[in-house]
């Protein structure tokens, strides 16, 4: 086993972003099996994150398709805004380890490498969730 340690909002990036790539991105089907489980585990650590994010898209899907009358879009937005931010004020900067499977791991290790730079919107936040996971891979339980 091997161990992700680092913030949640982090754990919450990945998650989203990992989920969100094509499967044509992946080498191999085994490779999708180890993403599958290792989205699952990553889920499982952030389930606030997680619905907020969900809550976030089915918000835009209903203001794609006029679910949510357009007069509406400017307060239903700022409302989503206020309560995402609260969550990641809130529970954001919690330091959480998240346990992978070595093989898991070293899958998600090589995504991150690929990926992940596209993951993030500020650089020093890459490099702090980069630092996080070159220390899950050096230990090995």
């Given at each position: 086993?091997?161990?992700?340690?680092?913030?949640?909002?982090n754990?919450?990036?990945?998650?989203?972003?990992?989920?969100?790539?094509?499967?044509?991105?992946?080498n191999?089907?085994?490779?999708?099996?180890?993403t599958?489980?290792?989205?699952e585990?990553l889920?499982?650590?952030?389930?606030?994150?997680?619905?907020?994010?969900?809550?976030?898209?089915?918000?835009?899907?209903?203001?794609?398709?006029?679910?949510?009358?357009?007069d509406?879009?400017?307060?239903?937005?700022?409302?989503?805004?206020?309560k995402?931010?609260?969550?990641?004020?809130?529970?954001?900067?919690?330091?959480?380890?998240?346990?992978?499977?070595n093989?898991e791991f070293?899958?998600?290790?090589?995504?991150?490498?690929?990926?992940?730079?596209?993951?993030?919107?500020?650089?020093?936040?890459?490099?702090?969730?980069?630092?996080?996971?070159?220390?899950?891979?050096?230990?090995?339980?």
């Open positions: 086993m091997k161990t992700i340690k680092t913030r949640k909002v754990i919450a990036i990945f998650w989203n972003g990992l989920r969100n790539m094509p499967p044509k991105e992946f191999s089907v085994k490779e999708l099996e180890n599958s489980r290792i989205l585990t889920k499982s650590a952030i389930p606030t994150f997680v619905d907020s994010i969900l809550e976030g898209e089915k918000m835009n899907r209903d203001i794609s398709l006029g679910v949510i009358k357009k509406d879009t400017t307060k239903v937005r700022n409302d989503y805004y206020i995402s931010t609260k969550i990641e004020t809130d529970e954001g900067d919690e330091i959480i380890e998240v346990e992978l499977e093989d070293n899958t998600f290790f090589e995504q991150f490498g690929k990926w992940g730079k596209n993951w993030f919107n500020k650089i020093e936040l890459f490099l702090e969730a980069n630092n996080d996971i070159n220390k899950g891979n050096k230990k090995v339980k």
